[in-house]
């Protein structure tokens, strides 16, 4: 158990809708990351957060957006789904949000849009 | 920005015999060096990383990988496998810097037989 706890676990929606996925960091983290896995993209990094504030954006489209609460929780929102969005989403954190510390990951969220 | 390479989608292995998984990068700058494993239906776990120093870094679980700057490589070793070591395993690339931007690479797949 990483202590990264991600909810909820499955989710299966239709196309055009929105969804918000949450991630709550280990205690005390007060960085957090999100990540795409798909088949045809591989594991692609979306948006890092760091005490609320964003630090870095990866490949994240315009239809998702995330937010870290002053809790230090995390959401990821998706909006206006589509076939090709259906992956597991990953959160992670870290204590620092630096690159020379570790990362501990959830255990996704996998989301299917029909 | 940075890419890597995993050269070898899926390696078929027995059961306490050595494994070799190969993974090359490409950067312009600088860059700090993971191999994460996935098991099944479960997050990512770090397995080790190369921050500095030395180039053979030992990990968790007697896995262990050698930095080759001039070759660009950051190939993953284990000298006799078990059972439970069949999972995905994933090489993955930071930049030095403040945030942590992970680039991995399509893994590969490491099935261990008896």
């Known amino acids: 158990d990483s202590g990264v706890t991600q909810t909820p676990k499955h989710l299966i929606t239709a196309t055009g809708q929105r969804v918000t996925l949450r991630c709550s960091p280990r205690?005390?983290?007060?960085?957090v990351y999100w990540y795409q896995q798909s088949l045809d993209q591989g594991l692609q990094f979306l948006i890092q957060?760091?005490?609320?504030?964003?630090?870095a954006k990866g490949n994240i489209l315009e239809r998702f957006s995330a937010q870290q609460f002053p809790d230090l929780h995390s959401e990821l929102n998706l909006s206006s789904l589509e076939l090709g969005d259906s992956a597991l989403y990953f959160c992670?954190?870290?204590?620092?949000?630096?690159?020379?510390?570790?990362?501990?990951f959830g255990q996704g969220t996998r989301l299917t849009v029909v | 920005a940075q890419s890597v390479t995993q050269l070898d989608s899926q390696v078929p292995v027995f059961e306490e015999a050595p494994v070799e998984l190969r993974c090359n990068y490409s950067?312009?700058?600088?860059?700090?060096l993971f191999w994460y494993v996935q098991y099944p239906n479960q997050g990512l776990q770090l397995l080790l990383k190369?921050?500095?120093?030395?180039?053979l870094v030992k990990g968790i679980n007697g896995f262990e990988a050698e930095f080759n700057k001039s070759q660009t490589s950051f190939h993953l070793r284990k000298p006799s496998v078990h059972i439970s070591d069949t999972a995905e395993y994933f090489c993955?690339?930071?930049?030095?810097?403040?945030?942590?931007?992970?680039?991995f690479g399509a893994g590969t797949t490491v099935t261990v037989r008896a």
């Open positions: 992670a954190s870290s204590p620092s949000g630096r690159a020379d510390t570790e990362a501990f």
């Open positions: 205690s005390g983290d007060l960085s």
């Open positions: 957060y760091y005490n609320g504030e964003e630090r």
């Open positions: 950067s312009s700058v600088s860059v700090y």
């Open positions: 190369y921050l500095s120093g030395s180039t």
């Open positions: 993955a690339v930071s930049r030095r810097s403040n945030d942590y931007k992970l680039s």
